[in-house]
């Protein structure tokens, strides 16, 4: 069951922010345990890149484990921010090493998986798919941290229903 809100390092500063949205997703982790019985994810995100940025990766870290000690939450599936250039292959290492570590000391059952991004921005500021090789890239680099792997995102970028047929036989291959 995936919960669509993507809480970030950007927004929800406070700890009344963080407790009101760690409710939330509380009440919406049990309901669907209790009605579905299936496990529950979330796909938060970060930014490494702006000067909005008023939180690292280590409060960010912190901040997820606090939650998930509230919230039963099974997937945290982090983006991992490369498409959309909010982070890059060298810094992506830092976040998933800080939010594996929390998220095992605060709640051991809950899993760490990358929501890996298979797209870049174009120079005509178009979203384009990410040549399979720095795609390949990134999982080399971030399958030491993770338990899964999904990516945002299939059906946009690299879909031959979307025209993208190059890609998706580069995938197949």
Do not use: C
């Not at 498409?83 to 809950?110: C, D, E, I």
């Not at 999982?139 to 993770?146: A, L, R, S, T």
Request: proline share 4%.
């Amino acid at each position: 069951f995936y919960i669509v809100f993507e809480m970030d390092n950007v927004n929800f500063l406070d700890e009344i922010e963080q407790l009101r949205m760690a409710s939330v997703y509380k009440d919406i982790s049990e309901f669907a345990h209790l009605f579905t019985r299936k496990p529950v994810m979330v796909a938060p995100f970060f930014n490494d890149i702006t000067s909005l940025v008023r939180m690292g990766a280590i409060e960010y870290a912190q901040m997820w484990g606090k939650i998930v000690k509230i919230a039963p939450i099974d997937i945290v599936a982090l983006q991992d921010g490369i498409g959309a250039g909010h982070t890059n292959l060298t810094g992506v290492v830092n976040w998933f090493y800080q939010m594996r570590a929390s998220l095992h000391q605060a709640r051991p059952k809950t899993e760490l998986w990358t929501d890996l991004e298979t797209f870049e921005e174009a120079k005509n500021h178009t979203l384009i798919p990410s040549p399979i090789a720095k795609v390949i890239k990134q999982i080399e680099i971030e399958k030491e941290f993770v338990k899964g792997i999904t990516s945002f995102s299939f059906d946009h970028y690299d879909s031959p229903l979307q025209g993208w047929i190059k890609q998706y036989n580069e995938y197949k291959d």
